[in-house]
């Protein structure tokens, strides 16, 4: 018996322009399989210590009804790669619109070459990398099927009017009104040379409506969107009546509202969107990218009490439909529960690949990214604080002055921790109850001191959809929480 | 991305068998690479080279439909034509979008603005060596957590079936450095510093340390402020911030949709202090990004917005231009519904003031250096805003940073409420602009 350093099959540099691959254009499947390890093998060649690729195409669409009319019907057709290359703790990004064997090859190339690699001699093997059997939620889960169930154009259009429709009813004083809705489907394909190879779909759909109303000098926006992955009969769904509703009412409500007087103030914020409190406040603080960057105050506390003992916290990708649930993130790895906070201690964090390798901390299926144009980095998923023992009862009586934030907008954290966002629609909680409207108010603080004073959260646990932009893009994330009250928060007015 | 040449040759090509008689194209393709650096190793480097093209076309019943798409062969042109020509059904019947009366109308400024790119290496030690100066600037600054150095070239181009061609390539590079700083039993702080330029050569690098030295300093010593109202000092970027998330105030798609603080009549009222007076212009000579045509083919040209604290201009594409019977002036964006945005402002002192005033001499003022949170606190539909700042309380020159701030108030008010624009203007990445007085604005500290 002999023994020799390569198989005979392994590939030689030299014959790599003779290759033929004919991946399917139109799907990420097996065929991409012979390409893909290749090009890894190729890589590693070359020196790197990982290569990953990041295949993705989108068909996107929106919608845009304007009071009677539909205003815009945009289409986008989108495909794209990226390939990500590590030497050392050192990694470079490489995007490109060309999914062709040689644009592949040339986006590796440029990877190598900015970290000082070459390809091996025309004589050199390209070592195999044996990517595992394909991972493909796709198939698995029956999601060919979903982008033809979704509603057609004309679809979107009718709901759409019929929604404004139910909105000129419900409101008064309109100065305008929008519907919106878009459909982002996705589907992905990631091969990395530890053998990573998985394939998955991603649906994820908004409604919503953005109402103004004016009266002279007096003037309200409210704006409300629901969120759905994974329900191609989503648009047919929505209950376009009750949120018209509810939009109205906010609209009338605070069409008069004073300005909120600044101060500091305990709160109580509601349960759905008002979890953006802990998304900014916290969440993004418990990312290993922000550990990277040493601008989180939470880097060397897991298993120290950072928040106030009534105070569980979860990321996690699972839960059916929510807008930030994915069956495998951006870099192949299955979604999972994390719990983050248990009684105010802090449990885990929140890790992609990277950031576990530079941090020490386990991934947690979170590498997440808007596109192709960016290398997956920790980003949240579905995030909400977990519920109490209180009523909502018992968080009112225990405020004699306070603010009631019923409906919080955006936010965002800085790298020192401070915070802040905006509440859209407020009241003046005296005595225990609500007594007038207030708006204008933009709540402020820093992160380790607010956590510590989330001292009483309900039962009424509730999620929202939402839009969360940072270093790998736009992703669409779930918050939550049931309703909390705050002790003490600067509250920014006039 | 292929030639312009040969994009035109395959679209007329397909759209003539699809049967499609009118069309146009906007498209975009940029090569860029950027750096990002550690406590002196490279972080992340990133490439890109990546096109996309829209198309619009229109039907029989000269109703629009658009598709976008990043796949621009001949493949993935006839599918975008396809799609677009499906949505086609589903577009406006009334106020149709049109070509531009101006797509083929002369351009005046250059098209063409490129540098050579450096190499990665060089980039990495540039940034390398701004981090090691920043860190050595002084004790307390501990990490420049957000910094990069990239550089861009970008080319466009519109064509229409009519004949409509042409096109244009930019490059530029840009460097920030965000700096953090610790020090025993006092809170983190942090700034930063951001410049561009054609090419590294040309960019003010020693400029861009310093500045993000100096403010990180300037903020070690901080205090807690008393609410309360005061005459606030608007940096040039903070002035521009707040304009540019008011911008419904001159955008006519806006007006129209009755999604802005003006009406129509609006025009020729007096919205702010005398004192004041804005123009967007595009092709400024301070703008690196300069664009010499819009998303429709329009050449961009210089605009004055507010005159002597009069409205003067609304900007327009060529729908809006039409409904207002107006010109249209090269601020479109092309698609199903052509939104209208600015380019490059230049604010500058109207009327002569009565008084000037001077930060080493006054007292008790708010210099807001930064505001934060656009995207939260400012109600653009109300004229409200509500945000956190960066800034320092000013006394007779000298600056005390504040702890943690939000300025609040209504925007309309504050246009009237400016009381001295200084003469020496600042280049920042939207604009061009003096430092902005403003009386009785509402600070909530503690």
């Known amino acids: 018996m002999t023994l020799s350093m390569h198989p005979s099959t392994l590939l030689l540099t030299r014959e790599l322009p003779n290759l033929q691959y004919s991946s399917t254009r139109d799907r990420f499947d097996e065929t991409w399989e012979a390409p893909l390890s290749t090009l890894l093998g ?67 190339e440029k990877g190598l070459s900015i970290l000082g690699l070459q390809l091996p001699a025309p004589n050199g093997y390209v070592p195999e990398i044996n990517l595992e059997l394909l991972r493909d939620y796709a198939t698995k889960k029956g999601k060919e099927s979903w982008l033809a169930g979704c509603s057609s154009m004309r679809e979107m259009g009718e709901i759409l009017l019929d929604a404004n429709a139910q909105l000129k009813q419900k409101a008064t004083h309109v100065q305008s009104r929008r519907a919106v809705y878009f459909r982002d489907w996705q589907e992905v394909l990631v091969a990395a040379s530890d053998g990573t190879f998985a394939r998955d779909i991603r649906l994820t759909q908004s409604v919503g409506y953005n109402l103004l109303c004016a009266d002279g000098a007096n003037r309200s926006s409210i704006s409300k969107r629901v969120g759905s992955t994974s329900e191609p009969d989503f648009l047919r769904s929505w209950n376009y009546q009750t949120d018209a509703e509810e939009v109205a009412e906010s609209a009338g409500k605070m069409l008069y509202a004073d300005y909120v007087e600044s101060g500091n103030y305990p709160i109580i914020m509601a349960n759905e969107f008002g979890g953006v409190i802990f998304h900014e406040a916290c969440g993004h603080l418990l990312e290993t990218t922000q550990i990277e960057r040493k601008t989180t105050p939470f880097a060397d506390k897991k298993g120290e009490k950072i928040a106030h003992e009534s105070l569980t916290a979860w990321d996690e990708g699972l839960s059916q439909d929510a807008f930030g649930t994915i069956d495998m993130d951006d870099e192949g790895m299955p979604a999972q529960r994390t719990l983050l906070i248990e009684n105010g201690i802090l449990k885990n964090f929140i890790s992609d690949r990277t950031g576990s390798m530079r941090t020490g901390h386990p991934r947690t299926g979170s590498g997440r990214r808007q596109n192709y144009t960016y290398a997956a980095a920790s980003r949240m998923r579905n995030t909400y604080i977990a519920p109490g023992n209180y009523t909502n009862e018992d968080l009112f009586a225990s405020i004699d002055k306070g603010i009631y934030c019923k409906k919080m907008g955006g936010g965002s954290v800085g790298p020192t921790g401070q915070f802040n966002f905006a509440v859209d629609e407020a009241y003046l909680i005296e005595n225990g109850k609500i007594t007038k409207p207030l708006k204008g108010a933009t709540l402020i603080g820093d992160a380790q001191e607010i956590m510590n004073k989330i001292s009483m959260c309900s039962q009424d646990l509730g999620l929202a959809a939402g839009f969360c932009g940072s270093v790998s893009g736009s992703v669409y994330v779930t918050v939550g929480q049931p309703h909390i009250k705050v002790d003490s928060i600067t509250v920014g007015g006039r | 991305m292929p030639n312009i040449d040969e994009l035109a040759g395959y679209t007329q090509a397909s759209a003539e068998r699809l049967g499609i008689k009118k069309f146009d194209i906007y498209g975009s393709s940029v090569d860029e690479t950027s750096v990002q650096v550690d406590s002196g190793e490279p972080k992340q480097v990133k490439a890109s080279n990546r096109s996309s093209v829209i198309v619009r076309v229109w039907n029989k019943d000269n109703t629009v439909g658009v598709t976008s798409t990043t796949d621009v062969d001949r493949d993935g042109i006839d599918l975008a034509l396809k799609t677009a020509y499906e949505a086609s059904f589903f577009g406006v019947k009334e106020n149709v979008p049109d070509f531009s009366p101006e797509a083929t109308a002369e351009l005046k400024a250059d098209t063409e603005a490129t540098a050579p790119q450096a190499p990665v290496s060089q980039l990495i030690d540039t940034l390398i060596e701004a981090e090691k100066k920043l860190l050595q600037a002084h004790p307390a600054i501990k990490g420049v957590p957000y910094n990069g150095l990239s550089q861009r070239d970008f080319s466009r181009f519109y064509l229409n079936s009519n004949g409509a061609m042409r096109n244009e390539a930019r490059s530029y590079t840009s460097i920030y450095l965000y700096t953090k700083t610790e020090q025993e039993g006092k809170k983190p702080r942090s700034a930063g510093a951001f410049r561009i330029n054609r090419s590294l050569e040309q960019i003010d690098l020693q400029g861009c340390v310093q500045e993000a030295a100096e403010k990180t300093i300037s903020h070690l010593d901080y205090e807690k402020i008393k609410s309360g109202k005061y005459r606030v000092v608007f940096s040039p970027e903070a002035f521009l911030s707040l304009l540019g998330a008011f911008s419904n105030l001159f955008n006519a798609q806006n007006i129209l949709d009755k999604q802005s603080l003006s009406t129509p009549e609006s025009l020729g009222k007096q919205i702010a202090s005398p004192l004041l007076s804005v123009c967007d212009d595009a092709l400024h000579p301070e703008n690196i990004a300069a664009e010499t045509f819009d998303g429709e083919g329009t050449p961009t040209r210089r605009i004055a917005l507010i005159t002597n604290g009069v409205l003067s201009n609304f900007i327009h594409s060529a729908g809006t231009a039409k409904r207002f019977n107006t010109q249209p002036t090269g601020h479109a964006n092309i698609g199903a519904k052509v939104s209208v945005s600015s380019h490059f402002y230049h604010v500058f002192p109207g009327e002569n003031a009565s008084q000037e005033y001077s930060l080493d001499s006054a007292e008790n003022i708010i210099f807001i250096d930064d505001v934060q949170a656009l995207h939260a606190g400012v109600k653009a539909l109300q004229g409200s805003f509500s945000l956190p700042f960066d800034g320092w309380i000013v006394n007779n020159g000298k600056k005390t940073s504040i702890e943690s701030a939000t300025v609040a108030g209504d925007f309309l008010e504050l246009l009237q409420s400016i009381v001295f624009v200084e003469q020496e203007p600042e280049l920042t990445p939207t604009g061009v602009c003096p430092k902005i007085w403003v009386d009785n604005l509402s600070i909530t500290g503690e």
């Open chain 1, 42 to 108: 190729l890589g590693r060649a070359a020196g790197a210590d990982f290569v990953e690729f990041f295949l993705e195409r989108v068909n996107y669409i929106n919608c845009l009804a304007e009071d009677d009319t539909i205003t815009s019907i945009s289409p986008r057709l989108s495909t794209g790669a990226g390939v990500r290359v590590f030497r050392g703790k050192a990694d470079c990004y490489v995007s490109t619109n060309d999914l062709s064997f040689t644009g592949l090859k040339a986006a590796l």
